[in-house]
């Protein structure tokens, strides 16, 4: 969570002050008003920028999302947390915690697929050559569609073999392994290329290790994800219940140096 801001809450704030309180800089805090991360800062009387501290909560929130949901989406998050009710600011933010969970239960269970295939290379059984399926027996396995795997194909990830004159597709236990694997990878979020790349890995002995070692790594990056979020859970609800409306603006005049605007 964010640090308290000094002074009071509704206290007019320069673009230095708000940049110190935040941790970002000046030009940065322009940036990310003009991108609507920010309220509008009200004006002064002399025309300069004045901020409260639901501006640096706002940032520091933004810092937050950005590490859970990305800066694109975080923009837009903030902007209908500071538009919408405190029932639909809530559920927005609910909707990140459930995405994120979601994210980590798919990473879980391609772990454990992958266990279960490392599992299964050492035995008898899965060196038997007499095992096979045709496409529609792999789909259903799989629980995707008969398309969805000669998609796969096309895209070089699994490779079947072909019988008959009908060019009928059948799968041995080495397709059937990389269609497991794929289906893991798929579906915690790998890209095709991605995913080509660790399939064409599998032959190396280390295949099925760099593997693991690729889905931990994501499991270790959405809990990042998760406590930056975490994290921005105090000032999100700052930037939700504070008003943005300075109760006083600050007008400075001098010789010598002229405020941040």
């Not at 009071?8 to 322009?30: F, P």
């Not at 004006?43 to 920028?49: E, H, P």
């Amino acid at each position: 969570m964010g640090e308290p801001v000094s002074g009071a809450e509704r206290a007019a704030l320069r673009t230095v002050d708000v940049a110190r309180e935040s941790g970002y800089s000046v030009q940065q805090v322009r940036d990310l008003e003009r991108l609507g991360v920010l309220p509008p800062a009200a004006r002064s009387g002399n025309g300069y920028r004045a901020y409260t501290a639901v501006h640096v909560h706002a940032l520091r929130a933004y810092r937050g999302l950005a590490g859970a949901v990305g800066p694109v989406a975080a923009r837009r998050l903030l902007a209908e947390l500071r538009t919408g009710t405190l029932a639909e600011a809530a559920a927005a933010i609910n909707e990140v915690h459930v995405r994120l969970a979601r994210e980590r239960d798919e990473a879980l269970r391609a772990q454990q697929a992958l266990r279960a295939i490392q599992a299964e290379a050492g035995t008898p059984e899965f060196e038997q050559d007499g095992d096979a399926m045709t496409i529609t027996e792999l789909a259903g396995a799989l629980h995707v569609r008969t398309s969805t795997l000669r998609f796969w194909e096309q895209e070089g990830l699994v490779t079947p073999e072909r019988v008959t004159s009908l060019r009928a597709r059948r799968y041995d236990l080495s397709a059937i392994r990389a269609a497991r694997i794929v289906a893991a990878l798929r579906g915690t979020g790998y890209g095709v290329p991605a995913v080509r790349e660790i399939v064409g890995s599998l032959h190396r002995l280390d295949g099925l290790g760099a593997t693991g070692h690729i889905l931990q790594q994501r499991l270790d990056q959405i809990a990042t994800r998760t406590v930056a979020l975490l994290r921005a859970g105090a000032d999100l609800a700052a930037v939700v219940t504070l008003p943005a409306e300075p109760t006083t603006t600050t007008t400075t005049t001098t010789t010598t140096t002229r405020p941040v605007r």
